[in-house]
């Protein structure tokens, strides 16, 4: 932007040493013309700086949103997951918290097999259903198991 103001300071320099006359019809023409040069250096200089300003915060906006998306995400995994009119019990949200869920996607959600390290792909109403057994399909054991299950086993 420096370098647009003394490219029109030279040229008005320039026109100086001439000795131009403000009288004559080239004269007038261009001072006009160089005043017109000076005002748009000064107009494109405060749409840079305010193009900047928004750039930095747009940045700002997107790393807090990042940081809610994050918020967000590991509250949903935290919260019950099941369209269960009553809540599900602290026993259950725990065995979802036992297991290490690394991102949701729309119905499926990524799980981390606790026996082998492999990620598996479970669908989200799978997880909530109290009577489903999940198998990782890598190596075959247990990725979830409802606690009513063994409640069941033990009767």
């Known amino acids: 932007m420096a370098e647009l103001k003394e490219k029109i300071a030279y040229i008005q320099g320039l026109a100086d040493g001439l000795d131009l006359d403000d ?4 004269g007038k023409i261009l001072r006009h013309v160089l005043e017109v040069l000076e005002d748009m250096a000064d107009i494109i200089e405060d749409i840079d700086l305010g193009q900047a300003e928004l750039e930095d915060y747009v940045e700002a906006i997107d790393e807090d949103l990042a940081e809610l998306e994050k918020d967000f995400l590991e509250s949903e995994v935290a919260e019950c997951q099941c369209d269960c009119d009553d809540h ?14 690394e991102e949701l ?4 959600v990524e799980v981390e097999c606790p026996h082998c390290g492999e990620v598996a792909y479970v669908e989200e109403e799978d997880l909530a259903d109290e009577e489903l057994e999940i198998l990782c399909p890598n190596c075959g054991k247990v990725l979830f198991e409802s606690t009513e299950n063994d409640d069941d086993d033990e009767l």
Not at 88 to 101: G, N
Not at 105 to 108: F, G, K, P, Q, V
């Open 105 to 108: 996607d729309d119905d499926e």
């Open 23 to 26: 009288k004559s019809a080239e």
């Open 88 to 101: 599900c019990s602290d026993d259950d949200l725990d065995d979802l918290d036992d297991v290490d869920v």
